[in-house]
């Protein structure tokens, strides 16, 4: 959690110290990592501002932005795990089953209170909608959540390279090139041989 805010709120350049030594893998995974992009504060504003307009969606994307806690977990968030009073969310993981304290910040305790004045003396599940198609279509959870996405984020395949970025080198076809390349290798070992025939004459 500390590694994950500091990473996010220091300026850049700046060191982590909460970097080195912390792991959550255990000792026996072999598993490779995987790196994700985290959300910019610009485009987590714009997809909290996009998934305002989805009374169903919006809660839990608030939920998993302030807890990031994973889709199953979010969409059966119980009602004995959240404490309103002591502010906190006590959950364990599904993936790992470790038990977590999450603090409860200001949206997700909006979103929560406006859960429990609607709720149902029999709902044990603060979505319980959610909860229902986490069991019975959890793809279409995904489907859902990546099509509020895709209206407002732009797809990183049709991104253009600004004047102050720094250009990537494109992968090019060789064979139309082919002949250059193999001239000025030749040149360039030609040079590299007569320089240091020149250095041992010396």
């Known amino acids: 959690l500390f590694r994950s805010a500091f990473k ?5 350049g700046a060191h982590n110290p909460f970097t080195d030594g912390i792991s959550r893998k ?3 995974d072999e598993g490779d990592t995987i790196h994700r992009r985290p959300f910019t504060a610009q485009e987590l504003t714009a997809l ?3 998934a305002r307009q989805d009374k169903f969606l919006f809660p839990l994307v608030v939920t998993a932005a302030c807890t990031g806690m994973r889709r199953g977990d979010v969409c059966r ?3 004995s795990s959240v404490d309103l009073n002591a502010n906190v969310i006590s959950v364990k993981t599904s993936k790992t089953g470790a038990s977590v304290e999450v603090p409860i910040f200001a949206p997700l305790r ?4 406006s859960a429990q004045a609607n709720r149902k003396n029999e709902d044990i599940y603060v979505w319980s909608e959610a909860a229902r198609m986490a069991d019975k279509s959890p793809d279409s959870l995904t489907w859902r959540f990546k099509k509020l996405l895709a209206a407002i984020l732009p797809d990183p395949q049709d991104e253009r390279i600004s004047d102050e970025e720094t250009p ?3 992968p090019v076809k060789l064979a139309p090139v082919l002949d250059k390349v193999s001239d000025s290798v030749c040149r360039d070992r030609k040079s590299t041989r007569l320089n240091s025939s020149h250095d041992q004459i010396s």
């Not at 996010?8 to 850049?12: A, E, G, N, T």
């Open 8 to 12: 996010r709120l220091l300026p850049p």
């Open 168 to 170: 990537v080198t494109l």
């Open 26 to 28: 255990s000792e026996t």
């Open 48 to 50: 909290l501002e996009a």
């Open 110 to 113: 909006e979103v929560l209170l």
């Open 77 to 79: 968030l119980l009602w």
